[in-house]
């Protein structure tokens, strides 16, 4: 069983930086895709930046150029720096992973369709003011 756990949500003004983290456990002999989500009122759940077993990484646009994710040596914590906030990036945010053992097949998999990851962490709130 795969737990997830997400840090580093705050208040902050629009241009401010936040780093969020997320610490995986739960999983060894495997493959994964890890990212991040957010989910704001009255908007559906969107990926934000994943990183797969062979370090590949995906933004969506509206983060491009300003949010960085990234995950620790040792494999077991995903981070997400996020710089340059505005206030449309205000949003619970949700790491997410997916973990299927060697050999298995990854088609049709979509690194940012949240139906196709299997373990989420509880979320953690970010809010940007203008």
């Known amino acids: 069983q795969v737990h997830l756990a997400e840090s580093g949500g705050g208040s902050v003004q629009a241009g401010e930086s936040l780093r969020l983290s997320c610490v995986a456990d739960?999983?060894?002999?495997?493959?994964?895709?890890m990212g991040w989500f957010r989910h704001a009122p009255g908007k559906e759940r969107e990926g934000v930046a994943t990183l797969d077993r062979e370090v590949s990484i995906k933004y969506a646009d509206s983060v491009k150029g300003r949010f960085t994710v990234s995950l620790d040596n040792a494999g077991n914590t995903l981070y997400l720096q996020m710089n340059s906030l505005k206030p449309e990036d205000s949003a619970m945010y949700f790491c997410?992973?997916?973990?299927?053992?060697?050999?298995?097949?990854?088609?049709?998999?979509?690194?940012?369709?949240?139906?196709?990851?299997?373990?989420w962490g509880q979320g953690t709130q970010v809010t940007v003011s203008s």
């Open positions: 739960g999983y060894t002999t495997s493959t994964y895709c």
């Open positions: 997410a992973a997916e973990v299927r053992p060697y050999g298995a097949t990854w088609f049709g998999f979509d690194p940012f369709r949240s139906a196709d990851f299997g373990y």
